[in-house]
Nanobody
Framework: QVQLVESGGGLVQAGGSLRLSCACA??????????MAWFRQAPGKEREFVGV????????VYADSVKGRFTISRDNAKNTVYLQMNNLKPEATAVYYC??????????????????WGQGTRVTVSS
């Protein structure tokens, strides 16, 4: 069983930065054993893929909309995954979720490929 808890959301002006955290509490393998992903859901829209990192950190993929501005990293000693978001735009306003799965799926962009989800943290970017 894996429990994920996001934090770090808030209100920021366009062009600003935020770092989201996803603390992973697992009974069994630690977060370092899981593929970790970030999704977001804007008001009135479906949940969309933001980025994913393999358990080894050897593979990291980002959505085109955030590439070059968002970075996923992890601190395995703290069982925590981070999403650094720079040069934020108003369209980034959403609830951000971290997700985990034991496997790396070729459909990593699909929310259906992840077994574990956090409760989400809200990010609001003002223009």
């Amino acid at each position: 069983q894996v429990q994920l808890v996001e934090s770090g959301g808030g209100l920021v002006q366009a062009g600003g930065s935020l770092r989201l955290s996803c603390a992973c509490a697992a009974s069994g393998p630690t977060s370092s054993s899981y593929t970790m992903a970030w999704f977001r859901q804007a008001p009135g829209k479906e949940r969309e893929f933001v980025g994913v990192e393999s358990w080894s950190g050897g593979s990291t993929v980002y959505a085109d909309s955030v590439k070059g501005r968002f970075t996923i990293s992890r601190d395995n000693a703290k069982n925590t995954v981070y999403l650094q978001m720079n040069n934020l735009k108003p369209e980034a306003t959403a609830v951000y979720y971290c997700a985990a799965d034991r496997l790396w799926s070729p459909r990593f962009w699909s929310e259906h490929e992840y077994d574990y989800w956090g409760q989400g943290t809200r990010v609001t970017v003002s223009s």
